[in-house]
C-alpha cells in the first residue's frame, strides 16, 4: 500500500503503510536517528548482538577482489563455498533490457565501479573507477583482477573478516577478566581467612609465606579447564617470582 496524501488540506491523518512495504523500510530507515557522539563507552550486550546478527545475515568471510579489466572491472567475491559473488557493477541495458554493444566494436559496454579516491599528492579526494584502480595478476597479464589499490576498496574486502576477529578477541578479554575476577576472590577469601587464624591465636607472630598462597591456589586450580585457568594463571607467575622474598602484607606481631 501506498502513502497517499489526503486530498482535503484540512485532513492531517497519514495513512499508515503496510508492515513489508517499501514505504515502511524507508520509514523505518529514515526514522534511524544518527548520532555523531562516539565517546568510548561500554559495550552493551544487546551491541554485541546486533553485531553478531549483522555478521550471519551476509555471506562469511574471507572475501576477496577478482574481475577483468574493461569487462566489468573489480568484483567481490566470497573466498571459499563455490564463490558467491557480493558486489559487481551491472551491465547497461536498454529500455527493452537487452544489453548494449560499443557502436564500433560491437562488443558488449560492460559497467564500472567506482571508489572514493584520493591520489598521493593530491589535496582533494574524488571519484574513479575501477578499471583505473585495480591491481593485475602480474606483469604480462595485468587485466586479470587480484585487487584494488584503494582504502575503501580494502575495508569492503576485509571489514566481515576484521568484525569477527574483533567480536572473538572481545569474548577471548571477557572470559580472561572472568577468570582474573574469580581468581581475585579467591585471593581475598584466602586472605581473610587468614586474618581471621592470625586474630585467633595472637600469642605468636605468624607471617604465610607467597609461596603458600600459590601452593593453595594450584590446588584449587587442579578442577579448572585450560580456559578457566587462563586468568588465574597469570597470577599465579607472579606469586611464583615474587615467592622467594615476598610475605603477605599483614602480619600480627606476638604480645608480652
Known amino acids: 500500500m501506498s502513502i497517499i496524501p489526503s486530498a482535503s488540506t484540512n485532513d492531517t491523518t497519514t495513512t499508515v503503510p503496510d508492515e513489508d512495504s517499501h514505504e515502511a523500510a524507508v520509514a523505518r530507515y529514515l526514522s534511524t536517528p544518527y548520532t ?31 574481475g577483468l579489466r574493461d569487462a566489468g572491472g573489480p568484483q567481490l567475491v566470497t573466498d571459499h563455498s563455490g564463490r558467491q559473488y557480493l558486489l559487481r557493477a551491472a551491465k547497461p541495458t536498454d529500455h527493452r533490457g537487452d544489453e548494449l554493444l560499443d557502436p564500433e566494436t560491437d562488443a558488449v559496454v560492460y559497467g564500472d565501479l567506482e571508489f572514493r579516491d ?25 587485466d586479470a583482477i587480484v585487487g584494488v589499490a584503494n582504502p575503501l576498496a580494502r575495508w569492503f574486502e576485509k571489514s566481515a573478516q576484521h568484525a569477527t576477529a574483533l567480536l572473538a578477541e572481545v569474548d577471548r578479554l571477557r572470559t580472561e577478566l572472568a ?14 581467612r587468614r ?54 602484607p599483614f602480619t600480627t606481631e606476638a604480645t608480652s
Open 179 to 192: 577468570d582474573q575476577a574469580r581468581a581475585t576472590e579467591y585471593f581475598a577469601n584466602q586472605s581473610r
Open 36 to 66: 555523531d557522539d562516539f565517546t568510548p563507552a561500554p559495550m552493551a550486550p544487546e551491541q554485541r548482538e546486533q553485531i553478531r546478527a549483522a555478521l550471519a545475515a551476509i555471506p562469511a568471510p574471507p572475501w576477496r577482489w577478482i
Open 118 to 142: 584520493q591520489p598521493e599528492g593530491e589535496t582533494y579526494s574524488l571519484m574513479r573507477s575501477g578499471n583505473s584502480l585495480a591491481v593485475g595478476r602480474t606483469e604480462y597479464d595485468p
Open 195 to 248: 586474618g581471621n587464624q592470625l586474630a585467633a591465636d595472637p600469642t605468636r607472630r605468624q607471617v604465610t609465606p607467597v609461596e603458600e598462597l600459590a601452593y593453595d591456589m594450584d590446588t584449587a586450580l587442579v578442577s579448572l579447564s585450560p580456559a578457566e585457568r587462563r586468568g588465574a594463571d597469570a597470577v599465579l607467575q607472579v606469586l611464583r617470582a615474587r615467592a622467594a622474598a615476598a610475605v603477605i
